[in-house]
């Protein structure tokens, strides 16, 4: 049996159920942030403000932070192992990768949560 060292998930099929729950996760994210944006037409920055400090919203906001973390690294990998054949190049480009994803989710956590 051969297993994906680099892979996010354990196999093919929990890749592809990743996809499709942070995909959904990303989706309702999208949706409060554009009904908030229509609900409240005369926004100002402290109603921005009293929105992002609801424990909930931040909560949430962290989630789509980590989900989007994990959509683009499943999506990244998949396409790098399917375009770029040279181990050496594939390596480093996934490793840059890595660790741009993991540098955004830990400044994005900075950022919601006032750290």
Do not use: E, N
């Not at 999208?30 to 908030?36: E, F, K, Q, R």
């Not at 920055?45 to 989007?68: D, E, K, M, N, P």
């Amino acid at each position: 049996m051969v297993t994906a060292v680099t892979s996010f998930g354990r196999s093919g099929l929990y890749d592809w159920m990743m996809q499709r729950i942070t995909a959904v996760v990303l989706a309702a994210y999208t949706l409060l942030i554009v009904g908030y944006l229509i609900t409240t037409p005369d926004l100002t920055y402290a109603q921005w403000s009293g929105f992002f400090g609801h424990t909930w919203v931040r909560v949430f906001s962290l989630l789509t932070l980590l989900s989007i973390g994990a959509h683009s690294w499943i999506g990244l990998w998949q396409v790098s192992t399917d375009y770029i054949k040279q181990t050496g190049l594939r390596f480093v480009f996934q490793a840059f990768c890595g660790t741009l994803m993991f540098v955004y989710v830990v400044w994005g956590i900075q950022v919601i949560w006032g750290l």
